[in-house]
């Protein structure tokens, strides 16, 4: 249908392809409108306007929304239009030889394509020598499918859909006030109404270039979105007015011995005062759901299965009574995220969780502060996920499998890591440095971790491209990326390569490369004229191998760390 068209050749492309698939006359079609259905028959196409001349099919057939509709109201609307409407308000009507279904399914191409693909300011780019295709179409298209799959949190989602509306609403002021502006006035109404223009050109191309984040999806994996605008997570309960705390215990089923242990060990010592009691439930859910702020849930050993996410907006304590492999909570069906706290202080220990099918990870902790020690994690998409301002200690817990980054690191989050195996991941641990002004660096301590057999880096650092990824670029060929195993405790500088033994850090060729959005120039140096590029893609963003990153200011504490048989490096910096 498009081919290796470029923007401006879009309509020229589809009314082509239309021309080439469609009966150009006598066939029926509903006229489909948000007011009415009415039956009609083409009886001409207008290609390149992509409208039909059609008349009325008589009598009447016609069912109204909201509206009395006849004959002659019909007749007369259509002597308004020229008997001419758009083709993508037609469904071509049934017919049994077959001879309309080609014409049918291009026009569930063409009302698929402007209504889910194509973007009102695609062709005002100035950059018009591109694929379209490639550029605007795939990426676009993908993202449908990935959120039709339930691939793309939700929060996401009704992101994507919010800016998509801003925008074009944006679009539209910006067009109406740019169209009624005189070429050669020097009114003080035109100045006026050219300083507006101006500000909803920066806001048009801020919007865009979200847009673009959220279409791009090596971009949406390594940037994703700050904020989750969706309220899933359930209120915090605060304590019980009685005053009353609540042991919970979990078990589907136990053995004398298991009792009288967890009697002697837990139960006992915690349940000795008059404000404690005990409760028994089957399965950690509805466990998690009963507590309120200072509860403890011991869970014994057994596998649990879960439908549902497990949030935790109270401060509460949740430890498996045994060995992580004899706790196991798997989590079957889709959903944004398997646990999810926001609690001020949360603990887990000694339990095995099993992910399936969760889209924003295993674990995310979107605020307050979660401790977890001796947790295995088996990630089957993404990993823990940190947010801006939560705070993570995760202690001797081993995770991997997952698709993502074993941890996503987010700005102004605090992140303690001690004697962890990360492994088996796309990328081991992912920081994220957004350029935002507003954004504070993540403060990490990472000691006695193991960090291996990760697909792609061991750690990788996503920052803004400022530029220094191609001053860098002249001296590639002659560097080496860092291949050591271990990361000693010594200063960056003794870890130098040998072939290089004054710098800290290599550089080399970048692995991967996607188009993203460049820096514009100041709004007082750009032209009015919106013909050229918005928000399209003047830098490369790309990653690339660097020697250590251990000197980064983001580190409160590094040392003794192994990095091992990482595929692409121990250390990997992401510029967009």
């Known amino acids: 249908m498009l081919g290796d068209c470029k923007p401006s050749e879009v309509k020229a492309f589809t009314a082509d392809y239309l021309e080439k698939v469609m009966e150009p006359c006598d066939w029926l079609a509903l006229w489909s409108t948000h007011l009415f259905d009415v039956l009609v028959e083409v009886r001409d196409v207008d290609w390149g306007e992509l409208k039909v001349r059609v008349a009325l099919v008589l009598p009447l057939q016609c069912e109204a929304r909201g509206c009395d509709l006849n004959e002659e109201t019909m007749t007369c609307l259509l002597e308004a239009t020229q008997h001419k409407v758009p083709l993508q308000e037609l469904q071509a009507v049934y017919e049994p030889s077959g001879d309309f279904d080609q014409t049918a399914l291009a026009l569930e191409h063409l009302r698929f394509f402007y209504k889910h693909i194509w973007r009102q300011w695609d062709e005002e780019d100035e950059d018009d020598d591109f694929d379209y295709f490639v550029r605007c179409v795939e990426p676009r298209l993908r993202l449908y499918y990935d959120m039709l799959e339930d691939r793309v949190p939700a929060g996401l989602v009704a992101e994507y859909q919010s800016l998509v509306e801003r925008c074009s609403q944006c679009f539209q002021q910006f067009s109406a006030l740019r169209n009624g502006l005189s070429s050669d006035s020097d009114s003080e109404l035109d100045n006026v109404s050219m300083v507006e223009g101006l500000k909803l050109y920066e806001q048009l191309e801020v919007l865009r270039r979200k847009l673009h984040i959220i279409e791009n999806p090596l971009l949406r994996y390594v940037l994703a979105y700050k904020g989750n605008t969706r309220q899933q997570c359930v209120e915090r309960r605060g304590p019980r007015d009685s005053g009353v705390k609540v042991v919970h215990v979990v078990a589907a089923s136990c053995s004398a011995v298991q009792l009288q242990s967890l009697l002697s060990d837990r139960l006992l010592p915690l349940g000795s005062s008059e ?158 440095d957004f350029a935002d002004e507003l954004d504070v660096m993540p403060s990490i301590t990472m000691e006695n971790n193991v960090i291996h057999n990760n697909e792609g880096y061991g750690m990788i650092l996503v920052k803004p491209n400022n530029g220094e990824q191609h001053r860098g670029e002249d001296n590639a060929a002659g560097l080496t990326q860092d291949k050591q195993e271990t990361v000693p405790d010594a200063p960056p500088s003794s870890s130098a390569s040998a072939e290089d033994p004054s710098s800290s850090s290599a550089d080399v060729q970048p692995e991967a490369a996607e188009s993203n959005d460049g820096g514009g120039a100041p709004a007082s140096g750009r032209k009015w004229q919106f013909g050229r590029q918005l928000s399209r893609n003047k830098e490369t963003s790309c990653s690339r191998a660097v020697q250590d990153l251990m000197d980064h200011q983001i580190f409160v504490s590094i040392k003794g760390n192994q990095f091992r048989r990482n595929g692409m490096g121990d250390f990997g910096t992401f510029f967009y």
Request: charged share 20%; glycine share 10%.
């Open 275 to 432: 404000d404690t009691e005990i409760q028994f439930h089957r399965d950690p859910v509805s466990a998690v759901e009963s507590c309120h702020e200072g509860d403890m849930v011991f869970i014994l050993p057994g596998s649990y299965s879960v439908s549902s996410s497990i949030f935790l907006p109270d401060s509460v304590t949740i430890e498996g009574f045994g060995l992580p492999d004899e706790v196991v909570i798997e989590k079957k069906g889709k959903g944004d995220s398997f646990v999810e706290s926001t609690g001020a202080q949360v603990r887990l220990s000694n339990i095995k969780f099993i992910q399936h099918d969760a889209i924003e990870g295993i674990l995310c902790v979107r605020q307050g502060t979660i401790t977890m020690e001796n947790c295995v994690l088996q990630c089957e998409t993404t990993g823990v996920i940190v947010r801006t301002s939560a705070h993570l200690t995760m202690n001797m817990c081993d995770l991997y499998g997952s698709k993502g980054a074993g941890v996503e690191i987010y700005p102004g989050s605090v992140c303690s890591l001690v004697g962890n195996g990360i492994h088996h991941c796309k990328d081991g641990i992912l920081i994220k």
